[in-house]
């Protein structure tokens, strides 16, 4: 039985291998959750959420380069290079765009940056009382309309968007396998009683019904992800519950009751194992749409909260500049929504052929 369960999976493997658009979307998918992890070593805004606003470069072209003058606090506090890494930096420095400096001993002089023809304000700091640097800043995204790096917005976004979908499926696959498993392999009473909670559950809107389990539970980034996760749960136990009412009458579930063995082996060591392939292809396809909801969520104002980066959020925010000359601020996290969620559904459809033991 070993020799022909690794065969089988050894056999799918193969088939997987040879489906270009499946190991790409893979790949794809390991890329984006490795920059979900590390977002802000790769961030050039490293501060929390990418959340340093220089509001006088408010929704500059891609490629715009400033001078930046970082005036450091007195009140800087410490903080792990573990909490920096996962988390990003306390960001206490004051930053100030600038259009030109000199300095002269130990005083700067310097003149704050300022769009459409304005003459910026000229300022000036001594360095024995103030410690400060400058430097050269090149936005290679371009900056949003609160002068936020886009391109570090679009990295850190991806860690709510990747992740959603790791809990959101997660807990579908958990409820919605124990709720098919219990009402396939029982049936009776017990059947129609989930399958009525499976079908009062199917018929109310996905969107209407996170919105309301959302407003039940608050706002937030944790919120959110239980919402949607707890809305994905029946498509899943639908087929768990076909899948085993199917396979509970195979002569190797029948030799494990003559065995004596309980019902919660029977169904966890016997069936399940067997009846996987069509769950993993709907886990791979609730993986796009638990990203889909969380970014129309986002767009409604109720999925993650500012400052939090979330590409729906980021959609949000500049929908209305798509007709004021700049669409690129509302086209680059959409497109990014658009590449995940194409990804997640190609790599289930080569997992649907790879896992076809007719093909």
Same mark, same amino acid.
């Given at each position: =039985? ?5 065969? #089988? ?28 992890? $590390? +977002? ?27 001078? !930046? ?12 290079? %573990? ?24 005083? #700067?002089?310097?003149? @704050? ?8 304000? @000229? ?46 499926? *997660? ?6 396998? *124990? ?15 989930? =399958?009525?909670? /499976? ?5 109310? &809107? ?6 309301? !389990? ?6 937030? $980034?944790?919120?959110?992800? /239980? ?38 082996? !029977? ?8 009846? =996987?392939? &069509? ?7 609730? $993986?796009?749409?638990?990203? %889909? !909801? ?11 909260? &500012? ?14 500049? /798509? ?20 990804? $997640?559904?190609?790599?289930?459809? +080569? ?9």
């Amino acid at each position: =039985m070993g020799k022909t369960t690794n065969s #089988l999976g050894q056999l799918a493997l193969q088939k997987f291998k040879k489906d270009f658009w499946g190991v790409f979307s893979f790949g794809f998918i390991v890329l984006v959750g490795l920059v979900s992890i $590390f +977002a802000y070593v790769f961030a050039p805004d490293s501060s929390q959420n990418a959340n340093q606003m220089h509001l006088p470069i408010h929704s500059k072209k891609p490629g715009f380069s400033i001078d !930046i003058l970082k005036i450091e606090s007195d009140n800087e506090r410490s903080q792990s290079a %573990l909490s920096k890494l996962f988390f990003g930096k306390n960001v206490v420095a004051t930053e100030i765009a600038i259009s030109e400096h000199r300095i002269n001993g130990d005083e #700067l002089n310097y003149k @704050e940056y300022a769009s459409d023809g304005l003459i910026g304000v @000229e300022k000036s700091i001594n360095s024995s009382q103030k410690k400060y640097s400058i430097s050269n800043k090149t936005f290679y995204l371009g900056t949003d309309k609160y002068g936020r790096d886009l391109l570090s917005r679009v990295l850190v976004g991806a860690r709510i968007s990747f992740f959603i979908g790791f809990v959101a499926v *997660f807990i579908s696959l958990f409820i919605g396998v *124990f709720m098919g498993s219990v009402s396939g392999y029982y049936g009776g009473k017990i059947d129609a009683f989930i =399958m009525w909670i /499976i079908n009062v559950t199917w018929s109310i &809107p996905t969107l209407l019904l996170v919105i309301a !389990i959302t407003l039940a539970l608050g706002k937030g $980034f944790w919120q959110v992800f /239980i919402a949607v996760g707890l809305t994905m749960w029946v498509e899943v136990a639908r087929v768990v519950r076909g899948q085993i009412i199917s396979a509970k009458e195979m002569q190797y579930v029948t030799a494990a009751r003559a065995l004596g063995f309980k019902d919660f082996r !029977i169904i966890t060591k016997h069936i399940l194992p067997n009846i =996987m392939a &069509p769950v993993i292809v709907i886990c791979a396809a609730n $993986f796009a749409a638990a990203i %889909l !909801i969380e970014s129309g969520l986002s767009f409604l104002g109720i999925g993650a909260q &500012p400052p939090m980066a979330s590409w729906g959020a980021m959609i949000k925010d500049h929908y209305n500049y /798509i007709i004021l000359g700049k669409p690129y601020l509302a086209l680059v996290p959409g497109l990014c929504i658009m590449s995940l969620v194409m990804a $997640f559904m190609m790599i289930g459809n +080569a997992l649907r052929d790879a896992l076809d033991v007719k093909s």
